[in-house]
Every structure is written in structure tokens, then in C-alpha cells.
Nanobody, 124 residues
């Protein structure tokens, strides 16, 4: 069983920034391609962006391009999501997900392992 643990969420004002982290398994993290998803109340889980296991091939949903930055540090078995210029519509639970293989995808069904989620609330 692969455990993923997100952290870094919280309450933030519009325009501010947050950096989310997703810590994965120590010995095998580098074998997983990773994705970030978010889910607002009453809505479906939405692909925010992803990164291949090598750290390349980063993609973003159109709605977050220019404000979200995904990175990973395989030596620290951790993936990051930097969110800048927060907007109220960014309010959601953010999940990281892992799939074996070199390439990430935008489909939630392609990911076998999920974290428990971290809540981001953007409000003044």
C-alpha cells in the first residue's frame, strides 16, 4: 500500500499564496508519476496538473495556468503545488495522486493511490 500525505492547506486571503506538499513512499517515490486534483463541495474531482516521475512533462489545467506551479523532489519523496494569487474559486480539497509509470494523465481513474486531501479555503 502506498501512502500519500498532503499538507500545507489552510485559510488564505485572496491574492496570497500557499504551497502544498505531498509526501510519498521513501524508497519508491521516483517510480510514480503524480497528479494534483481538487474537489469543491458538490462538484466532481478536477485535474489541476501533473508531473512525470522524472520531474518533466509538467501540465496544468487551463484554469490554473500561470498561477499554479508543480514540482517534485525525488530525494525528499515529495511533490509540491505552489498556488499564487489565490482566488475564492480555488477553495477546495486538494488531493495528490500517484500512478506507476513514467507519464501522468489527467484522468482520476488512472491513479491508483490517493492522499487524504488538504483543505484550501480562500476568503477575505
Amino acid at each position: 500500500q502506498v501512502q500519500l500525505v498532503e499538507s500545507g492547506g489552510g485559510l488564505a486571503q485572496p491574492g496570497n499564496s500557499l504551497k502544498l506538499s505531498c509526501q510519498g513512499p521513501v524508497r519508491s517515490f521516483y517510480t510514480y508519476s503524480m497528479g494534483w486534483f481538487r474537489q469543491a463541495p458538490g462538484k466532481e474531482r478536477y485535474f489541476v496538473g501533473g508531473i512525470n516521475r522524472s520531474g518533466g512533462g509538467i501540465t496544468y489545467a487551463d484554469a490554473v495556468k500561470g498561477r499554479f506551479t508543480i514540482s517534485r523532489d525525488n530525494a525528499k519523496n515529495t511533490m509540491y503545488l505552489q498556488i499564487d494569487n489565490l482566488r475564492p474559486e480555488d477553495t477546495a480539497t486538494y488531493y495528490c495522486a500517484a500512478r506507476l509509470g513514467g507519464l501522468h494523465t489527467g484522468a482520476a481513474s488512472d491513479y491508483r493511490y490517493w492522499g487524504q486531501g488538504t483543505q484550501v479555503t480562500v476568503s477575505s
